[in-house]
């Protein structure tokens, strides 16, 4: 496990478990997700360290299909450059997992090559896209019925469909953060690559999205009211 920088904390068994810098299990409970997976077919686009594959597999699904892009390829992804799948391949191996694993670019799923899903996971992608509807037009070419979406939203108190873009490092320094978009735009831009019915399984109290922008100021990279993470699942 030494030598690994973990994005996800997962539980390896025999009381190891993994160091995350991300909030792994707060973002498992927002997300919802079917306790039993039972015979459905599981994609987890942008699996990183694959925490949420693995939980597929764990919850029954016949088969589950890891992909991701940057954090699996050289150099090393992220502000600081340490997403790699070297966490993804210790972690497959601890748990004896049959997560199948490729390294495909959001833009290159294709149904042709892959196949389609009956659940679809795409978590903390979207805002990663600098072509973010393209991107759900390609997620969606992939996924059969249920897609369950985690991500970044900004403009939260504007009432009509909209999206932040942030050129550079406007958002948290990170230059591979490229929009934000609102709740309207979410469920809009959804809508329009093809499900039918969306809802909202997860979203940030204003009060809480206040009191942490206030917070933020004082303390770390500038965080706005305005922004937040959500989570929604979609049908086709
Ligand atoms: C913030 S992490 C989210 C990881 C995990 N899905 C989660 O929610 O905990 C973003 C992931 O998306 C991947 N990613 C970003 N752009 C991508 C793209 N164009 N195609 C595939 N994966 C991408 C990154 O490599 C990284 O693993």
């Known amino acids: 496990m030494e030598g690994v920088e973990w994005f996800h904390t997962i539980d390896l068994g025999d009381g190891l478990v993994t160091p995350g810098k ?26 990183w360290d694959g925490f949420f ?19 699996w390829e050289e150099p090393a992804w992220g502000p600081k450059g340490w997403g790699t799948r070297a966490g993804f391949d210790l972690a497959h191996r601890a748990l004896k997992s049959k997560v199948e694993a490729r390294g495909i670019d959001v833009l290159d799923l294709d149904p ?3 196949g389609t899903f009956d659940l679809v996971l795409f978590l903390g992608v979207l805002y990663h ?9 390609k997620v969606a070419s992939v996924c059969s019925n249920q897609l369950i979406l985690e991500t970044h939203v900004d403009l939260l108190d504007l009432g009509r469909p ?12 990170d230059d591979s953060n490229w929009w934000g978009p609102n709740m309207k ?20 109290a204003r009060r809480y999205r206040f009191a942490r922008a206030a917070y933020r100021r004082m303390r770390g990279p500038r965080f706005r009211a305005q ?7 979609a049908w086709k």
């Open 185 to 204: 735009a979410l469920e809009a831009m959804l809508r329009y690559v093809g499900f039918t019915r969306v809802e909202v399984v997860h979203r940030e």
């Open 112 to 114: 042709e090559t892959i």
């Open 162 to 173: 909209a999206m932040a873009f942030y050129p550079g490092e406007a958002l948290a320094g």
């Open 227 to 233: 922004q937040g993470r959500c989570a929604v699942h």
């Open 22 to 47: 991300d909030e792994t299990f707060r973002k498992l409970e927002w997300l919802a997700l079917p306790e039993s997976l039972e015979s459905r077919s599981v994609l987890d686009v942008g699996a």
């Open 129 to 137: 896209l600098p072509h973010p509807l393209l991107g759900l037009e």
């Open 53 to 71: 594959s693995f939980e597929a597999e764990r919850r029954g699904a016949e088969r589950v299909l890891a992909t991701d892009s940057f954090a």
